[in-house]
């Protein structure tokens, strides 16, 4: 594998169910994001890691809850969520945060489907 | 606090024809500024970025992008326009590291 991956591709959930999106990065990144991508809308950062720690929360709700066990593997555990929620979630990693400059490469998304 | 607007949610020209996307940023800082494309059903891919030096930054699969400070715009060309360039074009801004705002996003279609 290469680049950034992520699985799976497509869900669907139920509004009580538990289920978890998975990053995994290829590149010997030690910065990782997750972003929601929603019909005509801009793309929304949710979370921002940096060797593991997190750096940005950007006013995500608590049913979204992201684990960034080691510098190449990123969560997003889904709970309790809403059909609004519904979208494709991208998740993208870049050498460093540091520097407005560094190039983030994404990977294929999980496209979520709430019912 | 920076922003970015793409002119035209949806822009259509013929194979062979000029390709325009136009993107103006709100920065109250040097900017750095990005293209990326998405293709149905894949994540984003990096055309190009313009950090610092030359404003005319050239990118993959033939697009060029010009930053222009005193308009505040980095239009995204490419001369002549292929099948394979129909996806959806995103602008973005970086004010610092790890935060990228990206533009509503501009769909390309290609005619035969």
């Known amino acids: 594998e290469t680049g950034v991956t992520q699985t799976p591709r497509h869900l669907v959930m139920g509004m009580t169910n538990k289920k978890s999106l998975k990053c995994e990065q290829h590149?010997?990144?030690?910065?990782m994001y997750w972003y929601k991508q929603s019909a005509k809308k801009p793309l929304e950062l949710m979370f921002v890691?940096?060797?593991?720690?997190?750096?940005e929360n950007n006013s995500v709700p608590s049913r979204f809850s992201p684990e960034c066990p080691n510098s190449s593997h990123l969560f997003l555990h889904l709970h309790t969520l809403q059909p609004e929620d519904s979208a494709l979630y991208l998740c993208?990693?870049?050498?460093?945060?540091?520097?407005?400059?560094?190039?983030?490469?994404f990977g294929p998304g999980t496209r979520l489907l709430v019912l | 606090a920076q922003s970015v607007t793409q002119l035209g949610s949806h822009v259509s020209v013929s194979e062979g024809a000029l390709v325009l996307l136009r993107c103006n940023y709100s920065?109250?800082?040097?900017?750095?500024l990005f293209w990326y494309v998405q293709y149905p059903n894949q994540g984003l891919q990096l055309l190009l970025k313009?950090?610092?030096?030359?404003?005319l930054v050239k990118g993959i699969n033939g697009f060029e992008a010009e930053f222009k400070k005193s308009e505040t715009s980095f239009h995204l060309t490419k001369p002549s326009a292929h099948m394979s360039d129909a996806a959806e074009y995103f602008c973005?801004?970086?004010?610092?590291?790890?935060?990228?705002?990206f533009g509503q996003g501009t769909e390309l279609s290609v005619k035969p």
């Open positions: 590149l010997g990144h030690n910065a």
């Open positions: 993208a990693s870049s050498l460093r945060l540091a520097g407005a400059e560094e190039t983030q490469y």
């Open positions: 313009y950090t610092t030096g030359a404003t």
């Open positions: 920065s109250s800082v040097p900017p750095y």
């Open positions: 973005a801004v970086s004010p610092w590291g790890g935060k990228l705002i």
């Open positions: 890691y940096s060797l593991e720690e997190r750096v």
